[in-house]
């Protein structure tokens, strides 16, 4: 039986702000684990879902990447760009009463076989940290 590869675009969002790195990673099921392991600096990755958002209002749910030890690294980094798309997951499924969104570390985003970024593609919060320690910066 065979087995369908698909590719997936994956977007590297580092913990340090840096521009984001569009990859494309094959995979069955989500893209292959240890093509992702050096591009987030883990050998252990957690899944968790989370919402992009464009400024145009358009989303689409999307999965993190994380490194599952994160918190338990030396002074763990706030990731504010991933955190701001699982408080976009949240704000839809739990609104006020939300758990912490705040995810650590460098997160690989991995969005739907259906959707292809193409290597030059910009998200609009680009360099911005949109969740800072008072919450989001913006309310759609």
Same mark, same amino acid.
């Given at each position: 039986?065979?087995?369908?590869? !698909?590719? %997936?675009?994956?977007?590297? *969002? !580092?913990? $340090?702000?840096?521009?984001?790195?569009?990859?494309?990673?094959?995979?069955?099921?989500?893209?292959?684990? !240890?093509?992702? %392991?050096?591009?987030?600096?883990?050998?252990?990755?957690?899944?968790?879902?989370?919402?992009? &958002?464009?400024?145009?209002?358009?989303? &689409?749910? &999307?999965? *993190? %990447?994380?490194?599952?030890?994160?918190?338990?690294?030396?002074?763990?980094?706030?990731?504010?760009?991933?955190?701001? *798309?699982?408080?976009? *997951?949240? !704000?839809?499924? %739990?609104?006020?009463?939300?758990?912490?969104?705040?995810?650590?570390?460098?997160?690989? &985003?991995?969005?739907?076989?259906?959707?292809?970024? $193409?290597?030059?593609?910009?998200? $609009?919060?680009?360099?911005?940290?949109?969740?800072?320690?008072?919450?989001?910066?913006?309310?759609?």
């Amino acid at each position: 039986e065979r087995i369908l590869m !698909k590719t %997936y675009s994956v977007m590297i *969002l !580092k913990a $340090d702000d840096s521009p984001a790195e569009i990859h494309h990673i094959k995979g069955t099921g989500g893209p292959e684990f !240890k093509e992702i %392991y050096p591009l987030i600096n883990t050998d252990i990755i957690e899944i968790v879902n989370a919402r992009w &958002v464009q400024s145009d209002g358009q989303g &689409v749910n &999307v999965q *993190l %990447y994380c490194d599952e030890e994160g918190l338990m690294k030396g002074e763990p980094k706030i990731n504010h760009r991933a955190s701001h *798309l699982r408080w976009h *997951l949240f !704000k839809r499924e %739990y609104g006020a009463q939300m758990p912490d969104p705040r995810v650590v570390g460098d997160v690989a &985003v991995v969005f739907p076989p259906r959707i292809s970024l $193409d290597i030059n593609w910009t998200p $609009d919060f680009q360099g911005q940290p949109l969740v800072g320690p008072a919450g989001p910066a913006h309310v759609e």
